[in-house]
């Protein structure tokens, strides 16, 4: 059978989502001006609502601020938001209170570049399907500043240890080892020849699909640093698997899918609604845009139609009159479903995505 789509584009290996980053910051009102007012995000509003920790809510996606000293990201978070006017406007809206701080904002003409009153620096695009898939509202990868000469064994390291897909990107910005982490979301690691800050503590968390392997592979090698739970451990350098050489470190909050958190809905307020100015059912902002998998197959002329029992016929084995009837006195709901999923045609095309043009590495290579 003619296959008109490309299976692999849709692939993810190990690492299934990138869920959720953490810095610690000394003071939660700055912060509130800054990541609620200023950028628009949205506190969580079900877990940690005191003054000793705070979520902020950025579409599927989160920050997780502890109470601390301030613990800021070697390179930038990239943030999908849409309307790049009405971010300018809330960040003017915040330079008063934050004045003091390291907040300021520029805007570029491929994103708006903002650093957070700590140093956290933030890459703000707007929603671009081809670039970002489906994301409105998310964080679509961070990247991180590497020594020079470290991409390579970065992008092993997590294809090995993790079962990432991964890809090296050489271009006019350098070297940079890209690993998938989820639909539309990359860990970038990209050198640099500039100094490194010393790793402060902060982390990164993801999920994984086989949470057991890579669990194995980093104990042999004692790189696990906390045995957290059913569900999670962490580990914090990326070591070069022939020497041993410490190449990167950031701490991983590794978890298994069966975490409970896993998938959370996450609660994303629309910050242009105000008091003044109020849409009845607009408080949401919607975290993802229409996805399409192709069309629907349904005819310009339904006259001209493939007949749905033909189809079905065709597609069906040679039916099972007992077994159908056992199906619907035990499953009675997918008796029926199953019945009415075979009327549908194959879809014929998919939209081109970037993630299917990089030349994606798998872990067996
Ligand atoms: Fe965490």
Redesign the pocket.
């Known amino acids: 059978m003619d296959n008109p789509f490309n299976r692999d584009a849709e692939n993810l290996g190990n690492v299934t989502g990138l869920e ?1 980053l ?1 810095v610690e910051i000394p003071d939660q009102g700055i912060a509130s001006d800054f990541y609620l007012l200023g950028m628009g995000f949205t506190r969580d509003p079900y877990l940690f609502p005191g003054t000793n920790n705070m979520w902020v809510n950025i579409g599927k996606n989160q920050i ?1 601020m502890p109470k601390g000293e301030p613990l800021v990201f070697r390179g930038h978070i990239a943030i999908v938001s849409p309307d790049r006017e009405a971010l300018l406007d809330r960040l003017t809206g915040v330079k008063k209170q934050l004045a003091d701080t390291k907040f300021k904002f520029k805007e570029h003409n491929e994103y708006v570049g903002v650093s957070c009153p700590w140093g956290n620096k933030f890459h703000v695009y707007n929603p671009d399907p081809e670039r970002f898939g489906k994301i409105n509202l998310g964080i679509p990868y961070v990247e991180f500043t590497v020594p020079e000469g470290t991409a390579k064994g970065i992008a092993r390291f997590y294809r090995k240890m993790l079962g990432a897909l991964t890809c090296i990107e050489k271009n006019g910005e350098g070297k940079a080892a890209h690993i998938k982490v989820g639909p539309h979301q990359e860990l970038i690691f990209r050198e640099t020849d500039k100094k490194i800050p010393e790793f402060d503590g902060h ?1 990164l ?1 993801v999920y994984v699909e086989d949470f057991g392997k890579p669990h194995e592979k980093l104990r042999k090698l004692d790189l696990i640093t906390e045995e957290s739970d059913r569900c999670q451990y962490r580990f914090e350098d990326i070591v070069d698997l022939d020497t041993g050489k410490v190449l990167f470190t950031i701490e991983h ?1 590794v978890r298994s899918m069966t975490h409970p958190l896993y998938n959370r809905p996450l609660v994303n307020r629309n910050p242009s609604q105000t008091n003044r100015n109020y849409v009845m059912g607009g408080d949401a902002w919607v975290p993802t845009l229409p996805d399409t998998v192709g069309p629907s197959g349904a005819s310009p002329d339904p006259l001209k139609a493939p007949k749905a029992p033909t189809i079905a016929k065709r597609r069906s084995p040679a039916p099972d009159r007992g077994l159908a009837r056992r199906l619907r006195w035990r499953w009675p709901r997918l008796a029926r479903g199953s019945s009415r999923s075979t009327s549908m045609s194959a879809p014929r095309c998919v939209s081109p995505r970037q993630s299917a043009a990089m030349p994606w590495v798998s872990p067996a290579t």
Do not use: K, Y
Request: hydrophobic letters at 0%; a negative charge; charged letters at 15%.
């Open positions: 959720h953490n997780h982390h968390q909050e």
